[in-house]
């Protein structure tokens, strides 16, 4: 009976442990086909977001969800705003909202409403997820040849098991005017992109179709300013993004501001291996805690032994 009791007491306390670091973490697959913006820090925008969004700090936007392609996960509203909204809101076809601060003035156009409850992540696990994602695209090696020139440049991906992969500088991108992308049956393009400071000013010529499967990964950028239109996901975990220009896919960043529209492409691509998770703080806490009881309670039956 007493090897029973400290083998059910081990289980439980590696179950709650276990149901505290699932209940911190949410897949990058899920964030990146699930939001048309998801911005750790402070966001401002005067053009639209046509999906949905969580903030992690405060909001001043216009209108948005005025054109959603995909509903936000469970426990989402349209407006996810952690800190606090300022400014006239506009949301369209029945999106709600959460303002965990204080709120200015939001329409709430087709019947949507304020929600009370609180979401079931907290910003820190968006980021860490996406910083995770961002790390290990940035790892790939190169599949596809390094484009060239500085006019109608061709990315032409060669993919391997659905994935193509590109690793340039950021001074080569500043170089590009323009550029194509051609997914020669990529399900996915990966566009690494490293460097600081990110300059995106080519324009993008017969991409259409595109914007679903590439991802721009700016893994290093602490700055990057989007001056044309730019197809795909823009993924800058550490990045302040400027863009004066739409955005036709995901903007995953630190923070934002913007005067160009969002619009909701949803990446429908595939994303390599899953990056290993790393425990929240509070899981290593509640195992630590669990050890030391299972330590205690083996203490206490061998002193009885005896």
Do not use: C
């Amino acid at each position: 009976m007493a090897k029973f009791s400290i083998l059910a007491l081990g289980v439980l306390f590696a179950g709650l442990a276990a149901g505290s670091a699932s209940a911190g973490s949410i897949a990058a697959s899920t964030i990146l086909g699930s939001y048309n913006a998801v911005i750790f820090g402070n966001a401002s925008t005067t053009a639209d977001i046509e999906g949905n969004a969580v903030i992690g700090g405060n909001f001043n936007g216009a209108t948005m969800y005025n054109n959603p392609t995909v509903s936000p996960s469970a426990g989402y509203n349209a407006l996810t705003v952690y800190g606090n909204q300022t400014g006239n809101l506009n949301i369209d076809h029945g999106g709600s909202a959460y303002v965990g601060g204080s709120h200015q003035t939001v329409n709430f156009n087709g019947g949507g409403s304020f929600s009370y409850t609180a979401p079931p992540n907290t910003i820190s696990d968006f980021q860490s997820s996406l910083n995770s994602l961002s790390t290990q695209l940035s790892q790939m090696s190169s599949t596809s040849a390094t484009p060239t020139g500085q006019n109608q440049v061709q990315f032409n991906a060669t993919p391997i098991n659905g994935i193509a992969v590109f690793n340039i500088t950021a001074s080569q991108l500043s170089s590009f005017a323009s550029l194509q992308m051609n997914l020669n049956g990529a399900a996915t393009v990966i566009v690494n992109v490293s460097g600081t400071n990110i300059n995106f000013s080519a324009n993008e010529l017969n991409s259409l179709g595109t914007s679903n499967n590439v991802i721009w990964n700016f893994y290093q950028a602490t700055s990057v300013n989007i001056g044309t239109q730019i197809n795909g996901t823009v993924l800058a975990t550490l990045a302040n993004v400027t863009n004066n220009n739409q955005i036709d896919g995901g903007l995953f960043a630190n923070s934002w501001t913007g005067q160009g529209e969002l619009h909701s492409y949803a990446f429908t691509g595939t994303l390599p291996g899953s990056p290993v998770a790393t425990p929240e703080p509070a899981s290593l806490t509640l195992l630590g805690v669990g050890l030391a009881g299972l330590g205690l309670v083996r203490r206490r039956r061998m002193r009885k032994a005896d």
